[in-house]
């Protein structure tokens, strides 16, 4: 059963005194990430539905047993509304060469979802339906089971339905001071 569970309101969480947005965020650039692909198809979206697709740094296992994970998404944006509504969700673990699909699917202001994907190799999910990036590290297909608001973010808590490990032995995408790297 989904649970939201509801933010105590920005009036009542006061910004800590001396840091701003912008030292809060340059501490957090401090910060290297994994970098995946979060993916959803919107049935809704017209006779054949859409896929839609979301570039996330903060994304993270959240237990073993269950297998949870949790990914943050800011409030209002394409992949809040529709994972609102559609329980079923990709994830793809982005690999150093994919950094170009990173980049693309990070553009504020874009125009189509279908446009980004469409030279994107890739395999719609048994389970989930979403798109799942070829050459990834791992693939998951998740269920929403909690979302938390936090900010102006929410945090979508799911287990993972299925795990894909293809064979290949590259390093992992990373975030670290605002621009994307690899190891080594």
Request: hydrophobic share 40%; charged share 20%.
């Amino acid at each position: 059963m989904l649970q939201t569970t509801p933010s105590p309101g920005p009036d009542l969480i006061p910004h800590a005194e001396g840091v701003s947005n912008e030292e809060f965020r340059t501490a957090m650039s401090r910060l290297a990430a994994g970098v995946v692909l979060v993916t959803a198809h919107d049935a809704e979206d017209g006779p054949r539905g859409e896929d839609v697709g979301m570039t996330a740094t903060a994304f993270m296992s959240v237990s073993l047993d269950p297998p949870l994970v949790l990914v943050s998404l800011r409030n209002g944006s394409r992949m809040d509304d529709l994972l609102a509504e559609q329980p079923l969700w990709g994830v793809s673990v982005l690999a150093e060469s994919q950094r170009q699909i990173a980049g693309r699917f990070a553009m504020k202001g874009r125009v189509s979802d279908r446009l980004l994907f469409a030279d994107v190799p890739s395999r719609r999910g048994e389970t989930s339906g979403a798109l799942l990036v070829d050459g990834a590290l791992a693939t998951l297909e998740c269920r929403t089971e909690q979302r938390v608001a936090a900010g102006d973010h929410t945090l979508v808590i799911a287990r993972v339905l299925t795990v894909g490990l293809p064979s290949g032995d590259t390093g992992p995408l990373l975030y670290f001071r605002g621009k994307y790297r690899h190891l080594g």
